[in-house]
């Protein structure tokens, strides 16, 4: 799914997942993109993996275009992701977004990461989609986060600022109380 904000368009991760890579011709995919690499740190976008059990990845800067397909020159630019510092540093590590655990500064379980959106030319994380769910079947507590609100990308979680909901409860309640001492 892409969406047109503010002139620019986001991308889901969901929808990145399973597109078709073509060569200039353009006649036949192939291969198709099994994941995306994202930077924890700056929260931008590293590369397109299409195999990982050769660990191949595509950089951004080597992508022409990508609305339905994701669009190379060649395939010459099927590169090793061991080939690429920052990626093979990022995948060492084994962090994630998607699937990833979300909790507040404070501890707060929100949820898993159940999918995310990219800026499609800036290829900077927006936002995350946050969901609880129930015996793998049922999701409730479905919650966008935008990517100022993020604190921290780890391997097992990603910190959050702490739940807007509780910040204005906390407001609300200390300005109560200070009504209840001015009166």
Same mark, same amino acid.
């Given at each position: 799914?892409?969406?047109?904000?503010?002139?620019?368009?986001? =991308?889901?991760?969901?929808?990145?997942?399973?597109?078709?890579?073509?060569?200039?011709?353009?006649? /036949?995919?192939?291969?198709?993109?099994?994941?995306?690499?994202?930077?924890?740190? =700056?929260? &931008?976008?590293?590369?397109?993996?299409?195999?990982?059990?050769?660990?191949?990845?595509?950089?951004?800067?080597?992508?022409?275009?990508?609305?339905?397909?994701?669009?190379?020159?060649? =395939?010459?630019?099927?590169?090793?992701?061991?080939?690429?510092?920052?990626?093979?540093?990022?995948?060492?590590?084994?962090?994630?977004?998607?699937?990833? =655990?979300?909790?507040?500064?404070?501890?707060?379980?929100?949820?898993?990461?159940?999918?995310?959106?990219?800026?499609?030319?800036?290829?900077?994380? &927006? &936002?995350?989609?946050?969901?609880?769910?129930?015996?793998?079947?049922?999701?409730?507590?479905? /919650?966008?986060?935008?990517?100022?609100?993020?604190?921290?990308?780890?391997?097992?979680?990603?910190?959050?600022?702490?739940?807007?909901?509780?910040?204005?409860?906390?407001? &609300?309640?200390?300005?109560?109380?200070?009504?209840?001492?001015?009166?």
């Amino acid at each position: 799914m892409i969406f047109l904000y503010n002139g620019f368009m986001d =991308r889901f991760y969901t929808k990145i997942v399973g597109l078709p890579v073509v060569e200039d011709d353009g006649l /036949r995919a192939l291969t198709t993109v099994k994941d995306l690499v994202m930077d924890p740190e =700056r929260g &931008k976008a590293l590369a397109f993996v299409v195999d990982h059990g050769k660990n191949l990845i595509i950089t951004p800067i080597d992508v022409i275009s990508w609305h339905d397909v994701l669009h190379i020159h060649s =395939r010459e630019v099927i590169i090793h992701g061991d080939d690429v510092l920052r990626v093979n540093e990022v995948q060492k590590s084994g962090i994630k977004i998607f699937g990833n =655990r979300v909790e507040t500064k404070t501890g707060k379980y929100l949820g898993k990461v159940i999918d995310f959106v990219i800026d499609n030319h800036s290829m900077v994380l &927006k &936002k995350i989609f946050v969901a609880k769910g129930f015996l793998g079947l049922l999701r409730y507590d479905t /919650r966008a986060i935008a990517s100022k609100n993020i604190l921290e990308i780890l391997a097992d979680k990603i910190i959050v600022k702490d739940d807007m909901a509780t910040v204005r409860e906390e407001a &609300k309640e200390k300005r109560t109380m200070e009504d209840m001492a001015a009166a």
